[in-house]
């Protein structure tokens, strides 16, 4: 066992985790980048530690599907048909 991270989550926390206390600490407007090292005094406990700030902001696009009978890109629909024809297809089998 790491004796660092003994008691509490701090790397790749949410927020800046005092390695003392734990308390996660929402204002963390004095990081200006990825890499930055700061110290931090915990609101919690008043301890001092050095938090570093990871960026690892990532997105992720695609095109919606194509609806199988009618042919109409759908963002919402169930088994690779648009909502419309969902709810056709339903109706015609009776399914409520
Ligand atoms: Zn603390
Ligand atoms: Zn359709």
Redesign the pocket.
């Known amino acids: 066992m790491d004796r660092n991270r003994e008691a509490f989550d701090t790397d790749w926390t949410q927020f800046p985790t005092?390695p003392?206390?734990?308390?996660e600490n929402d204002d963390y407007g004095c990081f200006e980048g990825d890499g930055d090292r700061v110290e931090c005094e915990?609101p919690?406990?008043?301890?001092m530690?050095i938090a570093t700030m990871h960026l690892d902001i990532n997105f992720s696009t695609q095109k919606p599907p194509k609806c199988s009978d009618c042919g109409k890109e759908y963002l919402v629909g169930r088994d690779s048909l648009c909502k419309t024809c969902y709810q056709k297809e339903r109706v015609r089998k009776g399914i409520k």
């Not at 003392?20 to 308390?23: A, D, E, R, T």
């Open positions: 005092c003392y206390c734990g308390y915990c919690g406990c008043e301890k530690y």
